[in-house]
């Protein structure tokens, strides 16, 4: 069983669309994150999410919205995609909060055109 | 900000040898700095995790340390083997109750049979 898994694993879409990817945990944590790794590697936190209350929102433009539904998931919706969107997307989990060590995603490959 | 530097350039070793993968970080001092290990096409995958006030943590071949005087982190891995070629991440985190890790961009260790 996939421990953090999130879909799709590939996004190719239009300049101006709207799109999300779903992430979810099985590992009964109560933390989760979405981290964003740009063409140099670069891997950059965006969001974190600790029992579905936001704790971390870094400087990341409004057209990204996450949403917690329940402490298992964990989705990011992107409005109005721009060419600069670009990048790998990761969502991890770990137990809690501080001193811990963080679970990811395989990744979602999002290619804005 | 925190800025984290990792060796830029892709580090290229004999199968047996040890390899040294270096990380160096400016401003404050990290309560705790983690590595991770990432294949192409895969997220990062926890390896280890030492705390400032520890000098040095072993896991089978893999070897970390930490030198707050020097704000560096050193990662071995002994007798290396083509199957530990992939990209290592460091990442440190302030402390408190946020968990947010910055990553450096990582070495690309290819070890050669």
């Known amino acids: 069983d996939t421990a953090v898994s999130q879909t799709p694993k590939y996004l190719v879409t239009q300049m101006g669309n709207d799109k999300s990817i779903k992430c979810e945990q099985n590992?009964?944590?109560?933390?989760m994150y979405w981290y964003k790794q740009d063409s140099k590697k670069f891997l950059k936190i965006m969001f974190s999410?600790?029992?579905?209350?936001?704790?971390i929102n870094e400087t990341v433009p409004n057209r990204f919205s996450p949403k917690s539904p329940d402490k298992a998931h964990l989705n990011l919706h992107i409005n109005s995609l721009e060419l600069g969107d670009s990048a790998v997307y990761f969502c991890?989990?770990?137990?809690?909060?501080?001193?811990?060590?963080?679970?990811f995603g395989s990744g979602t490959q999002l290619s804005v055109l | 900000s925190q800025k984290i530097e990792q060796n830029s350039e892709a580090l290229n070793i004999q199968e047996g040898k040890t390899a040294t993968l270096t990380c160096n970080y400016t401003n404050y001092s990290p309560a705790y700095l983690q590595w991770y290990r990432q294949d192409p096409g895969r997220g990062p995958v926890f390896l280890l995790l030492?705390?400032?006030?520890?000098k040095e943590k072993r896991k089978e071949r893999l070897k970390v340390t930490f030198d707050t005087t020097l704000k560096q982190s050193l990662f071995h891995i002994t007798a290396s083997q083509p199957a530990d070629s992939a990209t290592y991440l460091c990442a440190l985190e302030r402390g408190g109750a946020t968990n947010k890790l910055i990553f450096g961009t990582g070495t690309l260790l290819a070890v050669q049979p």
């Open positions: 590992l009964g944590h109560d933390t």
């Open positions: 030492i705390r400032e006030n520890e």
């Open positions: 999410y600790n029992n579905k209350e936001l704790i």
């Open positions: 991890a989990s770990s137990q809690g909060i501080g001193n811990e060590k963080l679970f």
